[in-house]
């Protein structure tokens, strides 16, 4: 089950299409470049992005990859995001849900994962592990209060110990954290 319910998703973006300023907020941006750095690879294949928002940091990651597919719950952010990345697939998906196909090798959680409660975050990581063993995994997780039921470390704890690969964590904070789960190669 997920912690925030749809309706509180959607009053997110009733008045805009970026409620974080993520298109200028010089935090965010910093932040997008920080999780750019981070990819182990030059390149992917397929990305899978959950919790893709307005697609700004989608925006990003597009251009190392030859597809890009990015998930939300918020029809009015999958708009947005569609002007971002025209060549990207959307899907509307209120997580925990079955998530989409493709052969990707790159799965990025970008502070997602709090919006979910405990159970609904041991389905995600299970998903994961069972149909994209290979895959490298991204997570950015905010370290301030998230005013959901679940804060990011705790979040993050939660999903590292749901999954049998080891997290290395690339940026401690401030602020926000990057963790990384390299595929075995």
């Not at 697939?89 to 409660?117: K, M, T």
């Not at 470390?153 to 990384?180: N, S, V």
Request: glycine fraction near 8%; proline fraction near 8%.
């Amino acid at each position: 089950m997920s912690a925030v319910a749809p309706d509180h998703l959607a009053a997110l973006y009733a008045e805009s299409d970026d409620p974080w300023d993520f298109r200028q907020s010089p935090y965010e941006q910093e932040k997008f470049r920080a999780t750019c750095a981070a990819l182990p690879r030059p390149r992917y294949r397929s990305v899978l992005e959950l919790g893709c928002g307005n697609g700004e940091l989608a925006r990003h990651i597009a251009t190392r990859c030859e597809s890009y597919t990015g998930v939300d719950a918020v029809e009015t952010a999958l708009d947005a995001a569609r002007q971002a990345v025209p060549q990207g697939r959307f899907v509307r998906a209120y997580l925990p849900a079955p998530l989409p196909g493709g052969d990707h090798d790159l799965i990025l959680l970008s502070e997602i994962l709090y919006f979910l409660d405990a159970p609904g975050i041991r389905d995600l990581a299970e998903q994961i592990d069972r149909r994209w063993p290979e895959a490298d995994l991204i997570c950015v997780s905010w370290l301030g209060p998230s005013g959901n039921s679940l804060q990011g470390q705790e979040a993050l704890d939660l999903f590292r110990d749901a999954r049998p690969r080891a997290f290395r964590c690339l940026r401690p904070g401030p602020g926000y954290r990057i963790d990384i789960a390299k595929a075995a190669r």
